[in-house]
């Protein structure tokens, strides 16, 4: 049972600012002051915050998969028009004004407003110059264990959140408790080790503050929210992205010594909505279908579009397409049934993302959980962190060998170079259509040496040129232009141009090359 999703209080207080995006004082007729007064209201506001994920990843995918050499935007034609954000992420020349990115932002920071009033209300306080937090005394009548546990989800939540948007965005505004409008007027954007700061602090007391029971000691109701051990995955992510390996390897190793979380047998059943929650999934943002308002929209957004109920009831909006090089790199992988289906036969099949596609009764109300952070992450997490050297091939034949697929050794794996390739390759077709891709392209850059976001990019626009993206809508872009949009600054996405715009107070600088 889906506990966590059937209380949605929080969408109740209060909206943002219609000036101030980061505005994020609470402002409704619902008493924030007074409704915090027993366990069982704060865990009512926490279940706000966990479904308050849902709004921010229906546009992440866009950022990340998207703009990737995992997918493309839809069929090309008369799709290029209808869809004219999507396509223009696609090929990397999105405007500081596109809704999807503002869309995107403002999800994000609503929930990070509505975490940090509860982690207020729990007395949490944190000190920006030490990079440490301060529980602070409370009137609410419940144990300092539970106030810890509560604390520590609400800050694994805001990490994820934060994580997001500085790997996005760069330096973003930090906002780590409720502030009132002349305050936020007065906020510029922080530095990103400021924001890797706040990252860090969290996910450490989260995951000191939280159980950190075996996965088999979890009770069934409980699973679905943070726990030490997914902390302590995403701070490992986290610890990659900064370049802190030998940090990351202690978390990892901890992580698959005592949690008691492990590979399912068949890949399938990872994703599957009668297996939810199974000892794979560390942390998934989930969904509950059934017209409640908390069903997954993506069965019905990646389906193709024109297959009617054929793939599923109520037609797709054939987003985010498989590329012909994913298709074909998956030849042969036990994984591939999963995730990438086909509809039509000949010239016109539609390759579509099949990985979140649970059966719907009404339109865009799917059950399928999105997954987060999985142990074969954890598991191609530490080789990343090891490096060359058998300890870390066999932890990628580990996940292999679930795909059907032969393993490694250091005669076929004979170098740096060709150790790092198979790293990226997996972490490529496992978690694919996870989000992942975009955020391991970009990391490599300086954790790998052999791939880069901006090459990969432009191999992929290669790759799809003739078949697909030459059949655009004029004005059509050349090969040669589509590579040339590809460049350092482009990694990251424009600031919000509205963001900018309403402040009347601060020069809010703008991401170079927008």
């Known amino acids: 049972m889906k506990r966590i999703h059937y209380i949605v209080l929080l969408g109740c207080f209060g909206l943002f600012s219609c000036k101030k995006v980061i505005d994020l004082y609470p402002q409704s007729n619902l008493n924030t002051g007074t409704y915090y007064s027993n366990l069982d209201e704060v865990k009512a506001a926490l279940a706000g915050c966990y479904n308050g994920m849902q709004r921010s990843l229906s546009n992440e995918w866009q950022f990340t998969e998207l703009r990737s050499d995992n997918a493309k935007q839809g069929a090309p034609g008369s799709t290029a028009s209808a869809n004219r954000d999507y396509s223009d992420l696609d090929m990397f020349i999105p405007s500081p004004s596109q809704q999807q990115i ?130 302590k995955g995403l701070l490992a992510k986290v610890y990659l992205t900064l370049g802190r390996k030998n940090d990351a390897v202690t978390l990892l190793q901890d992580v698959i010594t005592n949690s008691g979380y492990s590979l399912q047998p068949v890949y399938a059943n990872v994703f599957s909505i009668s297996n939810e929650m199974n000892s794979e999934i560390l ?27 054929a793939v599923i009831n109520g037609d797709g909006d054939g987003l985010n397409y498989p590329t012909a090089e994913l298709d074909t790199l998956t030849n042969g992988d036990l994984r591939k ?49 090891q490096g060359y050297g058998q300890p870390a091939i066999d932890l990628i034949n580990s996940v292999r060998v679930r795909a059907g697929l032969p393993n490694h050794t250091l005669t076929t794996l004979s170098s740096v170079a060709l150790f ?48 697909h993206y030459r059949l655009y809508l004029p004005p059509t872009p050349t090969l040669a232009e589509l590579q040339g949009y590809i460049t350092r600054d482009k990694l990251l996405l424009p600031i919000p141009q509205r963001e900018i715009d309403n402040n009347t107070q601060l020069v809010i600088p703008q991401n170079p090359g927008y």
């Open 283 to 309: 942390f998934a943002v989930r969904y509950k279908a059934g017209g409640i308002g908390l069903g997954s929209h993506f069965g019905n957004t990646f389906a193709p579009i024109g297959s009617g109920s």
């Open 420 to 467: 790092e390739q198979a790293l990226s390759t997996e972490r490529r077709i496992e978690f694919a259509f996870e989000n992942q891709r975009w955020f391991d392209l970009v990391r490599f850059n300086t954790t790998l040496t052999t791939v880069t976001a901006e090459q990969s990019i432009k191999d992929h626009y290669a790759d799809e040129y003739a078949a």
């Open 102 to 231: 503002y869309n995107y932002w403002l999800a994000t920071y609503n929930n990070i407003r509505n975490i940090n009033i509860v982690l207020q209300k729990l007395g949490v306080v944190y000190d920006e110059a030490a990079g440490t937090f301060t529980f602070n005394a409370i009137t609410i009548p419940i144990s300092e264990a539970d106030r810890k546990q509560l604390a520590g989800e609400a800050m694994f939540l805001r990490a994820y959140h934060y994580f997001n948007l500085v790997r996005l965005f760069g330096g973003v505004f930090l906002v780590h408790e409720p502030i009132s409008p002349t305050a936020a007027l007065q906020m510029n954007r922080a530095t990103a080790a400021d924001i890797f700061k706040l990252i860090e602090a969290d996910l450490v007391t989260g995951a000191a503050s939280m159980d950190n029971l075996k996965f088999s000691q979890i009770l069934a109701a409980n699973r679905g929210r943070a726990t030490s051990w997914a902390a």
């Open 337 to 385: 049934p999963t995730l990438i289906g086909v509809y039509g036969t000949g010239t016109a099949a539609k390759w579509y993302v099949k990985k979140f596609l649970s059966p719907v009764t009404i339109v865009d109300d799917g059950e399928s959980d999105w997954p987060v952070l999985r142990y074969a992450d954890i598991l191609l997490m530490l080789a990343e962190a």
